[in-house]
């Protein structure tokens, strides 16, 4: 009875570097959320995406940034051209339809050195 | 421009006495509050949540007080115990909690001493 599952837990890349992040969701949750969480700050929503489809990515970077969720296989947030401000905790979240239904996964923390 | 504040970053207590972790919001569009505790290292996990049609709402040694004149929530946790120690962060939507995203503050470490 697996949650939301995330990997990798730790990420390191260099600058200008690509990095994918993975989110696999609860069984039964079709909803995926990603959000940031730099040092000292809380969680920043960053998309909510709905099997093959985006459904909020106000929060998303314009450049840079984007997420997936196919219709086989987990959520995937790409970040392309790494830079050290990219270094963060991001989470994702799954939910079904039902309020308060969030559960986070443990994170990925990106370090870009 | 923080609509979800958590002014105290920090909390200590002692055992067993009552914590109160306090949050103010801005944006009167919001219809439903939660509370998410989160160890380090982990994820967030969700705690205990409100809407705004209710202004308490209790689900063991934890309960949620809103008052939407004032635009503040509180969580009390009686009695603490030292494994309740770690961040508490405030979150808010604007859509009843089911969709979309949610509004956090940036946390209050909660310490319960022994």
């Known amino acids: 009875n697996a949650g939301v599952m995330q990997n990798p837990r730790h990420l390191v890349r260099r600058r200008g570097q690509e990095a994918r992040l993975r989110c696999s969701p609860m069984?039964?949750?079709?909803?995926v959320y990603w959000y940031r969480q730099l040092p000292e700050e809380g969680l920043k929503f960053m998309v909510y995406?709905?099997?093959?489809?985006?459904?909020?990515e106000s929060g998303m970077p314009k450049e840079r940034f984007s997420a997936e969720f196919p219709k086989e296989g987990p959520s995937i947030l790409r970040i392309q051209q790494v830079v050290r401000g990219d270094s963060a905790a991001y989470f994702c979240a799954s939910s079904p339809q039902a309020p308060g239904g969030y559960t986070f996964g443990s994170g990925t923390r990106l370090t870009v050195v | 421009d923080q609509q979800v504040k958590q002014n105290s970053p920090s909390l200590s207590v002692q055992e067993g006495r009552i914590s109160i972790l306090n949050c103010d919001y801005t944006n009167s569009m919001f219809d439903y509050f939660l509370w998410y505790k989160k160890y380090p290292a982990e994820g967030p996990t969700f705690l205990i949540s409100?809407?705004?049609?209710?202004d308490k709402n209790e689900d063991g040694r934890f309960t949620v007080f809103l008052n939407k004149s004032a635009k503040h929530l509180s969580l009390h946790i009686v009695p603490s115990q030292p494994g309740d120690s770690a961040v508490y962060f405030c979150?808010?939507?604007?859509?009843?909690?089911?969709?979309?995203?949610?509004?956090f503050g940036k946390g209050t470490k909660l310490s319960v001493k022994p």
């Open positions: 979150a808010a939507s604007a859509r009843g909690g089911s969709q979309g995203n949610l509004i």
């Open positions: 409100i809407s705004s049609i209710k």
């Open positions: 995406l709905q099997k093959e489809n985006i459904i909020d």
């Open positions: 069984k039964g949750h079709s909803h």
